[in-house]
């Protein structure tokens, strides 16, 4: 059969709609089987040295056998002397290397929280050339001095917007509305959960299972997955985290002021959805 007599458009959408399409609840996954229909389901997947992966120019690229029936195809199969790559399925080829990588960098996570957990000898204080017990594990003391270091850096509060009937009419009020209540309740979230470590490790205090979580993430330096009420880098450290929020909150007291909104100036990367401000102007 001629290739440009088959359908291919219709083949397309059974396949990546209706077949396997149907099966597929998120988005990215249909986005890739969109992309390898798309590559594979073509006229030119009948050449005979279409690439079934990579590009023709590339090293050790797998490329279509002239073969037309099953036994054929079956017999070419075998006979592939090619080493298997990570390419053959759409990965780099440092795709190992990389899930190594990050094997190693959980494994120092993990013993991280071991050493942390394990580090119960009792530090010993001077005070006039007397020792006094605190009593305290080292790394007590060390989650207080970062909380009280990370709680002397967030701004004070963010107020919220207030509605007229007016302002609710122009989107931008309504989208900035939103950034405002949202990074003032994530504000509020973050110093009510280090001051609760704080009064906790100075024993005035009980410890929760959610406190428990987020006193682990700090001394992982990750911000607690609670915080994370927007997208941030995966691999965000906790003081990083908190330094680019101040600079979001900072973003937000300044353009609270504003009468446009931030119409004429704004830090795009810097709001917590800036999708909505695409949408709003």
Same mark, same amino acid.
């Given at each position: 059969?001629?290739?440009?007599?088959?359908?291919?458009?219709? %083949?397309?959408?059974?396949?990546? !709609? $209706?077949?396997?399409?149907?099966?597929?609840?998120?988005?990215?996954?249909? &986005?890739?089987?969109? *992309?390898?229909?798309?590559?594979?389901?073509?006229?030119? $997947?009948?050449?005979?040295?279409? /690439?079934?992966?990579?590009?023709?120019?590339?090293?050790?690229?797998?490329?279509?056998? *002239?073969?037309?029936?099953?036994?054929?195809?079956? =017999?070419?199969?075998?006979?592939?002397?090619?080493?298997?790559?990570?390419?053959?399925?759409? +990965?780099?080829?440092?795709?190992? =290397?990389?899930?190594?990588?990050?094997?190693?960098?959980?494994?120092?996570?993990?013993? &991280?929280?071991? !050493?942390?957990?394990?580090?119960?000898?009792?530090?010993?204080?001077?005070?006039?050339?007397?020792?006094?017990?605190?009593?305290?594990?080292?790394?007590?003391?060390? +989650?207080?001095?970062?909380?009280?270091?990370?709680?002397?850096?967030?701004?004070?509060?963010?107020?919220?917007?207030?509605?007229?009937?007016?302002?609710?009419?122009?989107?931008?009020?309504?989208? %900035?509305?939103?950034?405002? =209540?949202?990074?003032?309740? @994530?504000?509020?979230?973050?110093?009510?959960? +280090?001051?609760? +470590?704080?009064?906790?490790?100075?024993?005035?205090? &009980?410890?929760?299972?959610?406190?428990?979580? @987020? #006193?682990?993430?700090?001394?992982?330096?990750?911000?607690?997955?609670?915080?994370?009420?927007?997208?941030?880098? %995966?691999? @965000? *450290?906790? #003081? #990083?985290?908190?330094?680019?929020? @101040?600079?979001?909150?900072?973003?937000?007291?300044? %353009?609270?002021?504003?009468?446009?909104?931030?119409?004429?100036?704004?830090?795009?990367?810097?709001?917590?959805? /800036?999708? #909505?401000?695409?949408?709003? =102007?």
């Amino acid at each position: 059969m001629d290739p440009d007599q088959i359908s291919w458009d219709a %083949l397309r959408t059974l396949i990546s !709609q $209706s077949i396997f399409g149907g099966k597929i609840d998120n988005e990215y996954d249909q &986005k890739i089987l969109a *992309s390898l229909v798309d590559k594979f389901f073509c006229a030119s $997947s009948f050449d005979q040295d279409f /690439p079934l992966f990579g590009e023709k120019e590339d090293e050790g690229v797998l490329k279509m056998p *002239s073969a037309k029936t099953y036994n054929e195809f079956d =017999t070419w199969i075998k006979e592939i002397s090619l080493t298997e790559s990570p390419m053959w399925s759409g +990965l780099p080829n440092n795709a190992e =290397t990389l899930v190594n990588i990050r094997k190693a960098e959980q494994l120092v996570a993990d013993f &991280k929280v071991i !050493q942390a957990a394990g580090e119960d000898e009792v530090i010993k204080r001077k005070k006039s050339g007397e020792k006094k017990d605190t009593g305290k594990a080292k790394w007590i003391l060390i +989650l207080q001095k970062k909380c009280e270091t990370l709680l002397g850096l967030m701004p004070e509060k963010l107020e919220t917007m207030k509605r007229t009937e007016e302002a609710i009419k122009n989107p931008l009020f309504r989208f %900035l509305e939103r950034e405002v =209540t949202v990074a003032s309740s @994530i504000l509020k979230k973050v110093k009510n959960d +280090l001051a609760a +470590l704080i009064a906790i490790c100075r024993e005035e205090a &009980k410890w929760t299972n959610e406190l428990h979580k @987020i #006193a682990d993430s700090l001394n992982q330096d990750k911000p607690p997955e609670t915080w994370l009420q927007y997208k941030v880098h %995966l691999e @965000i *450290s906790a #003081a #990083a985290w908190i330094n680019d929020f @101040i600079k979001r909150v900072e973003q937000l007291q300044e %353009l609270k002021t504003q009468d446009d909104f931030g119409k004429q100036g704004i830090w795009f990367g810097g709001l917590l959805f /800036p999708e #909505a401000y695409l949408t709003a =102007t």
